[in-house]
């Protein structure tokens, strides 16, 4: 359904100006990302909507999708895998209780997470040469950092469901 959607699209944009965009396949290919995702988050933050808690998942969908694009991480082999995935991650943070102690705890575990493994898994999903990785890493490291000062539940369980992403013993690094 989304891929049918992402190639009407394509179509109709390559239409409108044909020497000016790229082809059907790319387009449709990067379509199919961005409506799996809008539709995905969407979901999320309508269940948010309807338990109150539509401000906490906005946090989490904000706070985990902002770590996966500066860490990278694992990517499921079909996009509804990530979608049902995501979405339940991103509904499931507003309603997990974390105390204090709790976060300090589990906002140190993050930040062991993504300083051994970030980036992650990006080689193939940026055009970014792999010396300026460290970047990457510097900018994971500094956002699961900040959180100490915040200790925001809910940015704290988004940084941790993405920085378990980024653990890849099964595909090397």
Known sequence: MVEQLANKIAVKIHETNPEG???VEVMRYALVGLLHNGFTISAALIVGLFAGTF????L???SLMTLRL???GYHFSSM??????SFSVFVAIPF??????????????SLVLCLIFSPSNIKEHIRVSEKYFFVFKLLSIMMVVSNFFL??????LGFFAQ??????FWKGR
Not at 80 to 85: G, M, V
Not at 151 to 156: D, F, K, Q, V
Not at 163 to 168: F, K, P, V
Request: proline share 4%; with cysteine.
């Open 96 to 109: 997990i209780p974390v105390n204090h102690e709790t976060a300090l705890i589990v906002n140190a575990v």
């Open 70 to 72: 500066v860490s990278g």
């Open 151 to 156: 200790l925001n539940p809910i940015i704290t």
């Open 60 to 62: 989490g969908v904000v």
């Open 21 to 23: 965009t790229a082809s």
């Open 55 to 58: 401000s906490e998942t906005l």
């Open 80 to 85: 509804l895998a990530c979608s049902i995935f």
């Open 163 to 168: 920085s378990l992403l980024l653990i890849t």
